[in-house]
């Protein structure tokens, strides 16, 4: 039963630590061909959503031909680059996004983002579009388009792309919200071909590790930790042999699962704070309840009255209530989160695989604890295990 229970864990703690290592992507742009055939100056591995823009720029004409390529969310989906003159994200992008139209072609418009708010309307933009066209084959979207900048425009310009699932009525729907999703932006310099995240680099992956943070520690507090105390406190203390280790042990399970859970609170708050344009409301204010009940059932350790006082009845049946709704919020908001955050498959697969092994074990143990109640009962007619005494009147340790 324990190693049953271990590999899952296990697998589940390796795929943890493998989040907070960045992936890296292979420089693939310079040995790409197109089917344009056109040469392209420079050519760059765009750092997310598995992109690479090939561009060329003529200064005395002002142009800038682009081929951007890119694989869409999904194979009806979009894919979208853009140049923002006034700011670095997505509020302001002059857009060029390729999509199929509602005749079946693929398609370039230009977009003014000026809102978060879907949907987008198509207009005109900053620069003006001599030709653009699109291709779809191999999954992938190939966007060529060849702008007039404004004159005087500056030569370092700040770009961002982006791709998206699906297309309805001829207008592109809202993107994801992933990491990966929200890095798409970075810097450009026309003339010398460099291309990097930009000043915003930095802030950005940061941003990116303090996610996958505050995800590992909720996981591992709420997700995990608090589960297996409410285990142990439930199924352990059924064994004479196990007292009072049950107590401690459940006492520490629970106060460590309090302490790094309130860690990942508040990064979460921070990362709240700090997310313009869109809120995760549901996730958020899970999270703010489980912070306030999990507090009132810390207080419950120390308010506890003495096994035999009048009160010690309505004290179980509070601490267990609490316990059951932390539990179901906690599991509730691990997945809400684990959406948002958007890893691979398999993050989300290891976890469930472990609260299948968690609920075995629980149901197990449970089976266990009728047959030795049962017996117990019958060899000696004492009462019966009822998940709200405390057994055999045993003294609690710290209870006085
Ligand atoms: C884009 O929209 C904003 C807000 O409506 C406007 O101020 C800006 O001039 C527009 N840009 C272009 C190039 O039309
Ligand atoms: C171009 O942009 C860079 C960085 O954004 C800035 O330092 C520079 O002054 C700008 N140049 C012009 C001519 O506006």
Redesign the pocket.
Known sequence: MASSFAKPLLILSALLLSLLISPSQSATCSSQTLSNNKLYAHCNDLPSLDSYLHYSYDPVQSTLSVAFIAPPAKPNGWIAWAIN??GSGML?A?SLIAFRNSAGQMTVKTY???SYAPPIKE????FSVKDATAEYSGNVIRLFATLVLPEKANTSLNHVWQVGASVTNGVPDKHDFSPANLNAKGSLDLLSGQSSSGGSSSSSDSRVKRKNIHGILNVVSWGLLFPIGIIIARYLRTFPSADPLWFYLHASCQLSAYVIGVAGWGTGLKLGSESKGFQYTGHRNIGIALFALATVQIFALFLRPQKDHKYRFYWNIYHHGLGYAILVLSIVNVFKGIDILNPAKKWKHAYITVLIALAVIAVLLEAITWVVVMRRKSNKSTKPYDGFSDGQGRQLPLSS
């Open positions: 003159p006034t302001g002059q003014n983002i000026t207009s005109k933009v900053w």
